[in-house]
T-cell receptor, first 112, second 115 residues
Framework: SQKIEQNSEALNIQEGKTATLTCNYTNYSPAYLQWYRQDPGRGPVFLLLIRENEKEKRKERLKVTFDTTLKQSLFHITASQPADSATYLCALAPSGTYKYIFGTGTRLKVLA | DGGITQSPKYLFRKEGQNVTLSCEQNLNHDAMYWYRQDPGQGLRLIYYSQIVNDFQKGDIAEGYSVSREKKESFPLTVTSAQKNPTAFYLC??????????????FGPGTRLTVL
């Protein structure tokens, strides 16, 4: 069956450290993978998109990798800050469809 | 300001009632989506529309209905047939296409509670 999985356990890290979140998928072959941030009671906000032929994408303190062999994307926040505390969702669109499939999200808490 | 709006922010429904959630966008996006989010769960797709006067069922369409009479509007009706409608509802829009390379813009959400 097709699945997109993120670690459902919350991730607590100390301020200044690098946070790494994982997104694994099975039985999909997406050309793109996206990451979103969601704060409590609000809609998700788009952060980054990575293409299948890109190994890595960076935006300020954010870095995303995409390994189509492992069927995995890693999302890194360097020099993390308490303001980075939120739930982070990964999403993909199966080839040839208009639908987006979202993971369940991982809640990140950065401790001051 | 360009964006996507949802109303109301909070909605209370009695059992057996139909309610309609509003979603409007002024981003000139072709595609619009409705998702449902339950505590500790990801977003589940209810309906989506790629073009005016056309829409498709998502993974959990039972008990819901939509219309797309205008490009900027995609209202969702939660009918009495939806047995467990209490949830957070999110509307989104994107430029459309099948390749998945278009970011989705989300509204602020509507929290529906059945009394």
């Amino acid at each position: 069956s097709q699945k997109i999985e993120q670690n459902s356990e919350a991730l607590n890290i100390q301020e200044g450290k690098t946070a790494t979140l994982t997104c694994n998928y099975t039985n999909y072959s997406p050309a793109y993978l996206q990451w979103y941030r969601q704060d409590p009671g609000r809609g998700p906000v788009f952060l980054l998109l990575i293409r299948e032929n890109e190994k890595e994408k960076r935006k300020e303190r954010l870095k995303v990798t995409f390994d189509t062999t492992l069927k995995q994307s890693l999302f890194h926040i360097t020099a993390s800050q308490p303001a980075d505390s939120a739930t982070y969702l990964c999403a993909l669109a199966p080839s040839g469809t208009y639908k987006y499939i979202f993971g369940t999200g991982t809640r990140l808490k950065v401790l001051a | 300001d360009g964006g996507i709006t949802q109303s109301p922010k909070y909605l209370f429904r009695k059992e057996g009632q139909n309610v309609t959630l509003s979603c409007e966008q002024n981003l000139n996006h072709d595609a619009m989506y409705w998702y449902r989010q339950d505590p500790g769960q990801g977003l589940r797709l209810i309906y989506y529309s790629q073009i005016v006067n056309d829409f498709q069922k998502g993974d959990i369409a039972e008990g819901y209905s939509v219309s797309r009479e205008k490009k900027e509007s995609f209202p969702l009706t939660v009918t009495s047939a939806q047995k467990n409608p209490t949830a957070f509802y999110l509307c989104a829009s994107s430029m459309g296409g099948t390749s998945g390379n278009n970011e989705q813009f989300f509204g602020p959400g509507t929290r529906l509670t059945v009394l």
